[in-house]
């Protein structure tokens, strides 16, 4: 687990380019504060807070502690994607509080000061996810904030995601790829049914009415996992259709699609909305309308990007580009938590037991966004 969590905090806090964040002097200068700097080749690494925890025993260890907190946060956590986006985003705000602004050098005479403030927000960061209660605490969704704000849905959801994982724990990684799928969906799905979607600043006091359906839903999927008595495939994989061409089953159909081409590994679904739907007896196309976070980088023109997005893009204006026309741009990467929005027509075709998705991959799409993160 130790090597998952060190990789995957790598690929978030260093750009895919490689190089030095200082030349010249200044480069030399800083070197010479840093006593492990040649031995671990920090050179390698553009981020210059990176170089200091590279070089630097005493901000090395405190690394370390960190690791080891992120290790047991993701260890409680039945879906580890979040984690892993809310991290990028602290290491991105843990620079520019600490005086790093992009890839600006750090000046000999601000070495002392940065220093001290980066041991300091690390320790304080590995502090805050010893907590298990932390990721109740941080909660940023309407969802989260009336579970958190609840300590009987708070216990109910705990022990819920802790049988979660465990049953996911029981299965091969194929099949774990697209139980957690699964689960991201469920999740969704229970904001929509419990009209929270989009409620974010919303009141808790204004928001009380749901808190009977949020404990409805999280009793039913406790209710069906004790059923299942310890077998993970009498949850998860069962379901191959949805009732209605409707948001479920555009839903259903895009967790379909990440986990069949491990798409999770790079994106998260935020949300899914149905923006139209078109059906015959036996026929369905239902245009959705999906948002998308990035979770690693990856390239603007791949196979990542046709697949799980649907289309190439242009990294310059954040519009779909069909095919890469400019070479250059399309080698460009996406930054970690980078939003991407998109809609798509979905076919569905009507079965026994409800409207099957014919989609296996989100190619082509009708239009699409992508902002923030940059």
Partial sequence: MRLIVLTVLALLAVPAASGFAQSGASASSIADKLPQFSK???????????????????LSAAAERLNTAIEAR???????????????????????????VGQNAIRTEDFDRVKACLLKVTEDRAAILRD?????????????ALICADPSLALTETELNSQVLGLIGKLD???ARFAFAEYGRWTRERDRKCNLVGKENVPLEEL???EDCLADYLKHKTDEIAAAKGDPKKVFGRQVSSREPDTDAVDFCAARIHAANSC?????IISVHALDSQATDQEA??????????????TTCSKVASTCTGTCWDAATGRPQPGAANKERAAAAFNVTRRLRIQRTFAFVKA????????????????GTASGGS
């Fill in 74 to 100: 993701l260890a409680r956590l039945p879906d580890r994607l979040p984690a892993i986006e809310e991290n990028a985003i602290w290491n991105r705000q843990r620079n520019l509080g600490c005086g790093i």
């Fill in 285 to 298: 196309q239902v245009t959705g309308e999906i948002e998308m976070v990035v979770l690693a980088p990856f």
């Fill in 208 to 210: 009380g009415s749901a």
């Fill in 352 to 367: 026994g037991d409800g409207w099957r998705c014919r989609e296996d991959e989100l190619a082509p799409v009708n239009s």
């Fill in 132 to 144: 298990p209660d932390f990721d109740c605490l941080a909660a940023n969704t309407a969802a989260g």
């Fill in 40 to 58: 671990n080749n920090c050179q390698q690494i553009r981020d210059p807070g990176n170089q200091l925890f590279c070089g630097d025993a005493e």
């Fill in 264 to 268: 999770g590994n790079f994106l998260r």
């Fill in 173 to 175: 990684p194929t099949a």
